[in-house]
């Protein structure tokens, strides 16, 4: 029935790369499009009238965009045995402020490069967004003493994924940032998780 779905964007994006691991990790099968959230404007308008990926088309012709409501809507599709963020009670606010860490880390980075890249950037917005960021994934370390969560013997959730993910894209573009020293729990989920089919099979591109 999902055959046909199409993901459109670069594993390079975070946002993009943890629709894509998701995907691979529930078996579902789609087929992904590269398109850059650079260039290719015209085709990112066309699937998204904001012009950002990821998007993914379903077969029916229907397209989802925005990573948040597309993991949404691949939890109701495959249902409560197998979504990836829990439906209700107690454990699904957990995971919802987990995972609204990480992306919001996510978004910190993608904002300090973006900071960067400008002509006269300024440096101290560059210094407190990166600390953020950093901030952010201290919380999600420091979650790891209480684990029950990032037990991925019992298989991976959204919010493992996610940070994975994270933690991954910002030491591939502030390489250094994230350091083993200072996190090794989440750096020692990260190995296990990047040896994965899921990951492997959406390495940033
Ligand atoms: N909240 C969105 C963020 C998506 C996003 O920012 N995508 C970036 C790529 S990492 C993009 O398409 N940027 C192109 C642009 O802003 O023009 C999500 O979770 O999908």
């Not at 579902?28 to 699937?47: G, P, T």
């Not at 439906?87 to 904002?111: N, P, S, W, Y």
């Not at 960067?116 to 300024?122: A, I, L, Q």
Request: glycine residues 6%.
């Amino acid at each position: 029935m999902h055959k046909h779905w199409i993901l459109y964007g670069k594993c390079l994006s975070p946002y993009v790369r943890r629709v894509a691991v998701s995907l691979n990790f529930l078996n579902l099968a789609y087929d992904r499009v590269v398109i850059s959230a650079i260039q290719d404007e015209q085709v990112r308008e066309k699937l998204n009238p904001v012009g950002r990926v990821p998007a993914l088309k379903l077969g029916e012709g229907d397209v989802l965009i925005d990573s948040h409501a597309i993991l949404d809507y691949v939890d109701e599709h495959v249902g409560d045995l197998d979504r990836l963020l829990p439906r209700a009670g107690l454990a699904r606010k957990t995971a919802l402020r987990r995972l609204a860490l990480a992306t919001g880390a996510i978004d910190r980075a993608m904002t300090a490069n973006a900071e960067r890249r400008r002509p006269d950037f300024d440096a101290q917005r560059l210094t407190r967004l990166i600390r953020q960021c950093k901030q952010g994934f201290i919380y999600l370390e420091n979650e790891l003493e209480n684990r029950e969560l990032f037990d991925t013997d019992r298989g991976l959730q959204q919010v493992d994924i996610t940070t994975v993910v994270g933690l991954s894209f910002i030491n591939h573009i502030f390489p250094e940032t994230l350091r083993y020293d200072e996190f090794p729990g989440l750096n020692n989920l990260a190995m296990q998780c990047e040896e994965r089919d899921c990951f492997k099979s959406a390495e940033i591109d």
